[in-house]
């Protein structure tokens, strides 16, 4: 065991606290954002919604008093320029029947005489000389014909000039009454300032929105967005109506800031307390987990130091009770298979072949077990299932004494290696299998293809990020064809020659014990038959493919 690395039961507590603190951590931090940012998102929204239909209503108020200036003109054209009571009461009547009350609606010539009034009195600015070209009039003479709004003594005022020619002969004024433009802000539940484009309120409902000539301040009038008053922060929003008016809509925020701001501070707090508590519970936890691998570690331990009278004896959960007999089945299977070996003896290529596959077992076993340490430190879950599979495997090996297997057979075995290899790298390992139904009852070698996979495995990844195998197999003038290929590290050339210079030898000079075990039961089984065998070709950061030859055989009467 390798002190190095810290002990199972450290990483296993080490598991328990990342992944039952950090998710608690990013959602914790993510719901803050998310509320956040909803809030933001609505808060903007809904105010901006809230200034654009008010400005909406507004223009189409105006619009009407627009449109009812426009007939009062045409009925003032009909009439050869004469200014008729009985026609433009009409007009008055039907434009502001849905604002409640008419207004005031007066028709002055250009020396500003009355020439027709629908209140009793006129105020003075549009009567006086001294207003002549201000206020009001000077809208009416500097539109040259066209509608405009003015607002004026704090009224709201529509105005139209009548020319003939380039001359002025009258000007149609009407006052809006206050009421009707006020009403289209009657729903806002927020501060808001109904302006010109100068600045100057006409309605408002905040002394926030009003500096001390009147007006509003600049700092509401840049458009959307966040400003700071009297250090409070403000969301604003400034809405055009089109007609000479802007609707200024305003949220205070700051008291949801704080409340936003207490509501992170006590989810920081119920962090702290699962923190202190995790802490102290995660010891006790990761021992009890972590025995019955500890048992297992010790187990293979012994046999890999030469003691095969150990044995395994775990109750605690159903996949390690069958871990610890498959253990101990696979432990006396290689311990008759020793035994029966020695006295084979006098057969030498059977002996070899028995050596090997006794080698060969525990060479997959200890690796497969490494892989369910690592993985039960990622996902408890996944462990599970690799330890389902690894017993799976494990039956595979022990269940009976035959050299030779259905490809059908061995596939199966293989499946279960690659349910562990997909559990524990997930979407850095991909395979694909491509074997021909024609050849799934041949008989194979047992435990032939799973070291490929193994290999590839082990010297395919390097440094790249992901790995993919093909694993194919077909038949060809009464050969079994295996071919192992991977898109990964690849191998060096003078390492490539030394492995390919291992597998014509007797003794295996190299590290790749899987690839040369794998020829060397090959050659024993089939009398060292030269068409039969493994081959290897690689290039580096390109890939390995390995290949083997087999006999095409089926059980004796097929």
């Known amino acids: ?5 810290g002990s199972f039961q450290d990483n296993i507590r080490r598991v328990f606290i990342r992944f039952s603190l950090l998710p608690v951590g990013i959602i914790a931090a993510l719901a803050i954002a998310l509320f956040a940012l909803l809030w933001t998102y609505f808060t903007a929204h809904f105010n901006e919604q809230d200034s654009k239909n008010a400005a909406s209503e507004i223009s189409r108020t105006i619009n009407i008093c627009y449109n009812m200036l426009t007939d009062v003109e045409r009925s003032i054209s009909d009439a050869g320029g004469n200014v008729e009571s009985d026609q433009i009461f009409p007009i008055l009547y039907r434009s502001t029947a849905e604002f409640g009350e008419i207004g005031d609606l007066t028709v002055l010539t250009a020396d500003r005489e009355v020439a027709f009034s629908s209140k009793e009195s006129v105020p003075e600015h549009l009567t006086g000389e ?3 070209d201000w206020g009001v009039w000077h809208a009416v003479k500097a539109g040259k ?35 009707v433009i006020t009403r289209a802000t009657g729903e806002l539940n927020r501060y808001f300032a109904i302006t010109d ?3 100057w309120i006409y309605e408002c409902n905040t002394d926030i929105l009003r500096d001390s000539f009147g007006r509003i301040p600049d700092a509401y009038t840049s458009g959307a967005g966040y400003t700071k008053t009297d250090g409070r922060l403000m969301y604003t929003c400034r809405t055009d109506t089109g007609k000479g008016l802007f609707v200024t809509t305003v949220n205070d925020i700051s008291r949801s800031i704080r409340l936003i701001t207490i509501l992170a501070g006590i989810i920081l707090v119920i962090f702290a307390a699962i923190l202190f508590i995790t802490l102290r519970s995660t010891a006790n936890s990761s ?5 019955d691998i500890r048992k297992i570690e010790n187990a293979f331990e012994a046999v890999s130091n030469g003691n095969f009278d150990v044995s395994l004896n775990i109750n605690s959960s159903t996949e ?3 871990i610890g007999n498959d253990f101990n089945e696979m432990l006396q299977g290689l311990k008759d298979q020793i035994d029966q070996n020695r006295e084979l003896a006098e057969n030498v290529a059977f002996s070899q072949v028995k050596q090997l596959e006794s080698q060969f077992n525990p060479h997959f076993l200890f690796n497969t077990l490494d892989n369910i340490r690592f993985m039960a430190k990622i996902d408890a879950n996944a462990a599970d299932k690799m330890i389902i599979s690894l017993s799976g495997l494990l039956r595979y090996s022990i269940k009976d004494a035959r050299e030779e297997v259905t490809v059908r057979e061995d596939l199966e075995n293989l499946q279960s290696y690659l349910n562990i290899l997909q559990i524990r790298f997930n979407k850095r390992f991909a395979y694909k299998m491509d074997v021909a139904d024609d050849i799934m009852d041949c008989l194979i070698p047992k435990l032939m293809l799973q070291p490929l996979l193994e290999n590839a495995v082990k010297y395919g990844f390097g440094t790249k990020e992901k790995l993919t195998v093909n694993i194919r197999g077909y038949q060809m003038q009464e050969k079994l064809i ?19 210079a291992g597998l014509k030898s007797d003794e295996n000079p ?13 050659k024993l089984l089939y009398k060292n038959n030269g068409d039969y065998g493994l081959d290897i070709t690689s290039r580096k950061n390109e890939g390995t493919t390995v290949r083997i030859v087999l006999p095409k055989r089926f059980y004796e009467g097929k």
């Open 130 to 132: 001294v207003y002549s």
């Open 145 to 179: 014909g066209t509608t405009a709004t003015v607002l004026y003594n704090k009224s709201l005022y529509v105005t139209k000039g009548v020319y003939v020619g380039d001359e002025l002969s009258c000007a149609i004024v009407y006052e809006i009454p206050k009421d």
């Open 287 to 291: 021992e009890q987990l972590t025995a």
């Open 510 to 522: 190299s590290v790749h014990y899987g690839l040369f075990n794998i020829h060397r039961r090959v």
């Open 1 to 5: 065991m390798n002190k190095a690395t």
């Open 197 to 199: 484009k100068y600045g």
């Open 482 to 500: 295996f071919v192992c290929e991977d898109d990964g590290a690849g191998i060096e050339e003078d390492k490539l020659a030394e492995i390919v």
């Open 320 to 322: 390690f009770e069958a």
